[in-house]
C-alpha cells in the first residue's frame, strides 16, 4: 500500500493539572507515532508557551510520513504527551493516545477514493496520567492525505504514442572527432664555415718569461771594516779636505786631556 501523510495542528490545552504547585508552568507538547510491534517512533514537540499556564496556546502544525498497511493493521498510535518545563527537571502533565486507525476512519470522505482535499477534523481529546486521573483537555487537528499520484486516462486508447526520435539525433557523435593539428617544421639555422683564423687560437695565453733585478752581491769582509773605521773630518780644520778612509791608530783610542785652568786663579789668591 502507499505512503500517508498525517497533517497535524496542536491548536491548544486548557484546565491543565498545575504540577508545579506554586509557580505558573510553561508547557510544551511532545508528540510521537509509535509501532505497537517494533517499538520504531517518529517524534516532533512544539514551542514552549511562557504565558499560558494551565491553559497554553501552540498553534503548531506538524507532519507525520506513515506506512498505510501497518495503519489499517492498528499497530501504530499516535501519542501526544504535555510536559512542563522545570529548572530542576521537567515533569510530564499528562498524555492523550490514539490509534491512528481510529483518526483514519473517522474522515470523511474516505482516503481509499483517492480525494487529498479533506478539510481538517477538529477534536477534542482527554488529557490523563500515567495512573489515569484527568489532567485537562488537548485541542489539536487532523488529515491524512496520500502519497500514491493519482492516475488520469489510463485507458490504453486514449494515450497518444511517443514522437519517435529523430533521424538526425541517432548518429550524433558524442564528442567531435579529433582533428591531428600539424605545426610547421621551422627550418634549421644555417651552419657558419669556421675561420681559418680561429682555428689555431691559443686556448691560454703564450708564458712570458719574467726578468727579475739582479741584487748586488754583498761586501767583502775587508770593504765591511774599512766601512766600520770611517773618520770624518775635524771640525777644527778651517779649509775643506777630501773625505777618505783611513785605519785607526793607537792615539785614536786614547781619552782626550782635560782641560787646564784659566790662568790666574788658584788656591784662592792671585798669582
Known amino acids: 500500500m502507499a505512503k500517508l501523510t498525517l497533517e497535524l495542528k496542536i491548536n491548544s490545552a486548557n484546565s491543565l493539572l498545575n504540577v ?3 509557580t505558573k508552568m510553561d508547557v510544551y507538547a511532545k508528540i510521537n507515532i509509535r509501532d505497537e510491534n517494533t517499538q520504531k517512533k517518529q517524534k516532533a514537540k512544539t514551542i514552549v508557551d511562557r504565558s499560558g499556564g494551565s491553559n497554553p496556546i501552540w498553534n503548531q502544525a506538524l507532519k507525520f510520513s506513515v506506512n498505510e498497511r501497518l495503519v489499517r493493521d492498528g499497530r501504530l498510535t499516535l501519542v501526544m504527551r504535555l510536559i512542563s518545563r522545570r529548572i530542576l527537571g521537567n515533569k510530564e502533565i499528562g498524555r492523550v493516545g490514539i490509534p491512528l486507525l481510529e483518526l483514519l476512519n473517522s474522515i470523511s470522505p474516505p482516503i481509499s477514493s483517492g480525494s487529498n482535499n479533506q478539510e481538517m477534523k477538529l477534536m477534542n481529546r482527554e488529557v490523563r496520567t500515567l495512573s489515569g486521573k484527568q489532567a485537562g ?3 489539536f487537528q487532523y488529515k491524512f492525505k496520500s502519497d500514491s499520484p493519482v492516475m488520469v486516462n489510463q485507458n490504453s486508447e486514449d494515450e497518444t504514442p511517443a514522437d519517435p526520435p ?15 593539428i600539424e605545426f610547421p617544421r ?3 639555422p644555417p651552419s657558419h664555415p669556421s675561420s681559418p683564423q680561429m682555428e689555431h687560437l691559443p686556448l691560454a695565453p703564450p708564458e712570458v718569461p719574467i726578468e727579475f733585478p739582479r741584487l748586488p752581491e754583498p761586501p767583502s769582509p775587508e770593504q765591511a771594516i774599512d766601512h766600520f ?3 770624518p773630518p775635524s771640525p777644527s780644520l778651517q779649509g775643506y779636505e777630501p773625505y777618505g778612509y783611513r785605519l785607526q791608530t793607537p792615539e785614536d783610542s786614547l781619552p782626550p786631556a ?6 790666574g786663579y788658584g788656591n784662592g789668591r792671585w798669582m
Open 20 to 22: 508545579n504547585f506554586i
Open 137 to 139: 483537555f488537548l485541542n
Open 166 to 180: 529523430s533521424p538526425q539525433m541517432e548518429h550524433l557523435p558524442l564528442a567531435p572527432p579529433e582533428v591531428s
Open 186 to 188: 621551422l627550418p634549421e
Open 229 to 231: 773605521n770611517y773618520i
Open 258 to 263: 782635560p782641560p787646564s785652568s784659566p790662568t
